[in-house]
């Protein structure tokens, strides 16, 4: 791959990752060591890109990624990094076992607390998947088409505003979006934790809400495997009274946002990435909503 050559001097196989903004690269250089090459998306803020890797270098005992160079910048002004390649395969491609389910909540918890001392300006900016935020999905109701799911968003989204439950909760840096597409395992061990485009000022219990949403999906008891990953933050980072009640909202809050993101994104663009997982959280919504 020529960006690579070119900018760290890498003579390696190249293999295009999913992305959402940014053009994303496995490689696999001739000795066999292996990286991931991101090419950011252009006119990306160099302060965004030095949260993350000072995130990362904060959180060097834990299985997150791991800068390899130093970050540098095409001709046409685009950032590229360079980060070492983390072993095990994608949580979203496994079946999921119970233990593993409570390692990713003992793993969050664990993050979490180690980031309270960590501060960056740029985890202050605004993001439409910061929960507090959640309100804006009212203006785009609409693009969802059945009535039925529709009536469904609109009572999450009611509750939310009407029982404010982040109003009283702890705070500090979280990842923001510990999806299944964006943990790493190996058995039941959790062996990375990656991209942290969204780490950000929030809730801690939002962290919990938005990693057990995403266990949620495919499930046939969803219920369960949300308290499997809660038991497993709760023995790293035990949940204060205020955010124990507050769980299950914030749970139904991010599916209701990512089912709103989806149904108005498929009207701007055709990248099946920006729903990949929208069936499966219409189900897990439409039995936890009951």
């Known amino acids: 791959m020529r960006v690579a050559r070119d900018l760290f001097s890498l003579d390696a196989c190249a293999r295009r990752l999913s992305g959402e903004f940014d053009d994303n690269f496995h490689l696999t250089a001739r000795d066999g060591s292996q990286y991931l090459l991101k090419i950011m998306r252009a006119g990306c803020d160099p302060q965004f890109i030095d949260m993350q890797v000072r995130a990362m270098e904060h959180l060097r005992d834990f299985p997150v990624p791991r800068p390899a160079a130093e970050i540098k910048t095409t001709s046409d002004g685009r950032i590229v990094w360079l980060l070492h390649w983390l072993p095990g395969r994608m949580m979203a491609e496994v079946p999921h076992t119970p233990r593993m389910l409570e390692n990713l909540g003992l793993l969050l918890g664990e993050i979490d607390r180690a980031l309270t001392d960590f501060t960056h300006p740029m985890t202050h900016r605004e993001?439409?998947?910061?929960?507090?935020?959640?309100?804006w999905i009212a203006d785009y109701l609409d693009y969802i088409p059945e009535p039925a799911r529709r009536a469904i968003v609109r009572r999450v989204?009611?509750?939310?505003?009407?029982?404010?439950?982040?109003?009283?909760?702890?705070?500090?840096?979280?990842?923001?979006?510990?999806?299944?597409?964006?943990?790493?395992?190996?058995?039941?061990?959790?062996?990375?934790?990656?991209?942290?485009?969204?780490l950000r000022s929030g809730a801690w219990?939002?962290?919990?809400?938005?990693?057990?949403?995403?266990?949620?999906?495919?499930?046939?008891?969803?219920?369960?495997?949300?308290?499997?990953?809660?038991?497993?933050?709760?023995?790293s980072n035990p949940l204060t009274p205020a955010e124990a009640g507050a769980l299950p909202l914030?749970?139904?809050?991010?599916?209701?946002?990512?089912?709103?993101?989806?149904?108005?994104?498929?009207?701007?663009?055709?990248d099946p990435y920006v729903s990949v997982s929208e069936r499966q959280a219409w189900d897990a919504l439409e039995i936890l909503a009951c």
């Not at 993001?127 to 935020?133: I, P």
Request: proline share 3%; charged share 25%.
């Open 205 to 235: 219990v939002e962290e919990l809400a938005i990693a057990c949403a995403y266990a949620a999906l495919g499930k046939n008891d969803p219920q369960q495997a949300i308290e499997l990953v809660a038991s497993g933050y709760r023995q």
């Open 250 to 270: 914030l749970v139904l809050t991010r599916l209701a946002v990512s089912v709103t993101n989806s149904a108005y994104t498929k009207t701007r663009s055709p």
């Open 127 to 135: 993001l439409k998947w910061d929960m507090a935020r959640s309100a």
């Open 157 to 198: 989204l009611d509750r939310f505003q009407a029982e404010a439950p982040l109003e009283h909760v702890r705070r500090g840096v979280i990842h923001g979006d510990a999806n299944t597409h964006n943990v790493l395992v190996e058995g039941d061990r959790i062996t990375g934790l990656i991209d942290f485009g969204d």
